[in-house]
């Protein structure tokens, strides 16, 4: 048997959000319920993603969270592309929930050059805020990554794409 068995869907109680904002974070929650590994198979690939960087060192928490966070960026450009075929009519939530988000300074840029921040961080914003931040740049080189990452459609793809980054 496939699919989800048994979840228990955790979400955040936010206070004076829109129904889009709302509804953009129970689709997105609902997505990584469908389609990403419980949290124990979540973390250990993650560990194993830096014990593969990094062979031969103890991974450390903190290289453990940051591999967590590629992971999660990653995996958030998948699930929401697929929760936006899967229910088309969410789209117009996410449009405008992500802007709600941006204009709440949620991701902390209104004071910020976004093409200032690291790669994994303007490609969040980039997969998060879509037309909201359409003038993010980047190289040539990160490119080539920000079309793995558009074409992303398995979970695997998503762990070999974490290590490759």
């Given at each position: 048997m496939t699919g989800v068995q048994t979840c228990a869907l955790p979400i955040s109680v936010w206070q004076g959000i829109s129904n889009d904002l709302e509804d953009l974070l129970l689709v997105h929650e609902t997505g990584h319920a469908l389609d990403t590994p419980d949290a124990e198979t979540y973390?250990?690939?993650?560990?194993d993603i830096a014990a593969k960087a990094f062979p031969g060192e103890k991974v450390s928490d903190a290289l453990a969270?940051?591999?967590q966070g590629f992971l999660n960026v990653i995996e958030?450009?998948?699930?929401?592309?697929?929760?936006?075929?899967?229910y088309p009519g969410c789209r117009r939530n996410y449009l405008l929930g992500y802007k709600e988000l941006v204009e709440r300074d949620?991701?902390?840029?209104?004071?910020?050059?976004?093409n200032s921040m690291n790669f994994i961080d303007r490609?969040?914003?980039?997969?998060?805020?879509?037309?909201?931040?359409?003038?993010?740049t980047f190289t040539s080189?990160?490119?080539?990554f920000l079309k793995k990452v558009e074409n992303a459609e398995t979970w695997d793809e998503v762990v070999s794409l974490t290590e490759e980054i």
């Open positions: 973390k250990k690939t993650a560990d969270r940051t591999v958030d450009a998948r699930i929401d592309k697929r929760q936006k075929r899967r949620f991701f902390g840029t209104a004071k910020r050059d976004i490609l969040n914003l980039y997969f998060k805020g879509g037309n909201i931040h359409s003038n993010i080189e990160e490119k080539v």
